[in-house]
Every structure is written in structure tokens, then in C-alpha cells.
Nanobody, 123 residues
Framework: QVQVVESGGGLVQPGGSLRLSCAAS????????IGWFRQAPGKEREGVSV????????NYADSVKGRFTISKDNAKNMVYLQMNSLKPEDTAVYYC????????????????WGQGTQVTVSS
């Protein structure tokens, strides 16, 4: 059974850091492109970052460039999102998703989704 499970969310002050983790089971992360998405209340789900199956390609939303870093550990079958210099507008539920076909930010291109982890940036 293919499954992805996010962890690492929480409450952090503006300017702080968090590292989100995405644990994959039922497949290996070097078979799939892995994306991080987020959804704030009342807003559509948006792509944050993606890493290709080979790890040769990464991409970031303009709003997080220079602050977030995506990485993959094939040995642990994990994908991470390091988030630095967090802002209140980063507050959202963050989702990990796996795709066989795309490295884009269209959620419809992703085949498997986790349940999400809440990130709240507030003083």
C-alpha cells in the first residue's frame, strides 16, 4: 500500500525554523517525484517545492525561494522540507505528495497524498 506521512509541523515564532518530514511506504522515493504543498484557511492548495525522482531537479514557489530547501534521503526513504525565516503568511497545513508523471505544481498531477501537518507562524 502506497502511503506518505508528514510530520514536523508545529507553532513557531516569525523568523524561526521548522523541518518537515515526509515518510514514504509502499514505494521508494527514487521512483516518484515528491512535492510539498500547503493550504491556508479559505485559500486553494498551492505548490511550495518539488524534487524529482532522481533528485536532479528541484523547484520552489517564488514566495519561499531562498528560505525553504527540499531534500531527499533515499536510504531512509524520506523527503524533507527545511523552512527558515518563517513568516506568518507561511501558516498553513502542509502536504507531501508523490507523482509518477510531473514535477509541476498542479495538485491534479499527484497520485498519493498525506494527511497534512499544521504549521503555524505566530508570536
Amino acid at each position: 500500500q502506497v502511503q506518505v506521512v508528514e510530520s514536523g509541523g508545529g507553532l513557531v515564532q516569525p523568523g524561526g525554523s521548522l523541518r518537515l518530514s515526509c515518510a514514504a511506504s509502499g514505494f521508494t522515493v527514487d521512483w516518484f517525484h515528491i512535492g510539498w504543498f500547503r493550504q491556508a484557511p479559505g485559500k486553494e492548495r498551492e505548490g511550495v517545492s518539488v524534487i524529482s525522482s532522481s533528485s536532479s531537479f528541484t523547484n520552489y514557489a517564488d514566495s519561499v525561494k531562498g528560505r525553504f530547501t527540499i531534500s531527499k534521503d533515499n536510504a531512509k526513504n524520506m523527503v524533507y522540507l527545511q523552512m527558515n525565516s518563517l513568516k506568518p503568511e507561511d501558516t498553513a497545513v502542509y502536504y507531501c505528495a508523490a507523482s509518477l508523471s510531473t514535477t509541476g505544481f498542479d495538485p491534479d498531477g499527484y497520485d498519493y497524498w498525506g494527511q497534512g501537518t499544521q504549521v503555524t507562524v505566530s508570536s
